[in-house]
């Protein structure tokens, strides 16, 4: 497609529920980042993918954090026993290739709340 | 560990004003910096970088950049302010170790006012 994709755009979930966010990134870019942003904060790394590969998870806050892209394509952000705190909006970011000098594509994003 | 500061939470600036948004970084080795504006609802769209050479970089929508290594700075800047300039702006660097990934700062929201 002609950007990065996310959905869904809006996400309410009750505490402990289980929560799964899409990224349909621009086609053949080889990179992938979620980013976590907090209401009045800028956006924080979670997690990168280079093709299929999790090359770096580093920034995930907890292991009820769980990204996968199986195909190296389309990636989902899953959140397992979702938790106030969790409240954010997730960013979707993709890059043409492995270098920084690419630029990176960020999706709009998909707001979660945890009621 | 790479990291960027925007000193001011809120900037508020008279349309046809020149504006500045505040960026300073801390860096091991080189500076790579980036601004990014986000409108409500939107994804983060660039709006410019510094990797090297001119101390001025010109982007999109009229905004430029001033690299300064003495002041370790990087403000954003325009000319003339226009209504549709307000927006949440980020000062990001790269961090090139590994993922080569973006840190931002926590953000300035722009107010320019008719």
């Known amino acids: 497609g002609a950007g990065v994709s996310q959905s869904p755009r809006y996400k309410v979930a009750k505490r402990g529920q289980d929560v799964a966010l899409r990224c349909d990134p621009i086609?053949?870019?080889?990179?992938l980042f979620w980013y976590q942003q907090a209401l009045g904060q800028g956006p924080e790394f979670l997690t990168y993918?280079?093709?299929?590969?999790?090359?770096?998870k580093s920034g995930l806050p907890s292991d009820r954090f769980f990204a996968e892209r199986p195909e190296g394509s389309v990636s989902t952000l899953k959140i397992q026993r979702t938790q106030q705190e969790d409240s954010a909006v997730y960013l979707c970011?993709?890059?043409?290739?492995?270098?920084?000098?690419?630029?990176?594509?960020f999706g709009s994003g998909t707001r979660l709340t945890v009621v | 560990a790479q990291s960027v500061a925007q000193p001011e939470d809120q900037v508020n600036v008279a349309e046809g004003n020149p504006l500045t948004v505040k960026c300073t970084y801390s860096?091991?080795?080189?500076?790579?910096l980036f601004w990014y504006v986000q409108y409500p609802n939107r994804g983060l769209q660039f709006l410019l970088k510094?990797?090297?050479?001119?101390?001025l970089v010109k982007g999109s929508y009229g905004f430029e950049a001033e690299f300064n290594k003495s002041q370790t700075s990087f403000h954003l800047k325009k000319p003339s302010a226009l209504v549709s300039d307000s927006a949440l702006y980020f000062c990001?660097?790269?961090?090139?170790?590994?993922?080569?990934?973006?840190?931002f700062g926590q953000g300035t929201r722009l107010t320019i006012n008719p």
């Open positions: 970011a993709s890059s043409l290739g492995g270098d920084w000098r690419y630029g990176y594509t």
């Open positions: 086609s053949g870019h080889v990179s």
């Open positions: 993918f280079q093709n299929e590969a999790q090359l770096d």
């Open positions: 860096v091991s080795g080189n500076p790579y």
């Open positions: 510094y990797i090297t050479g001119d101390n």
């Open positions: 990001a660097v790269i961090d090139v170790q590994g993922a080569q990934k973006l840190v």
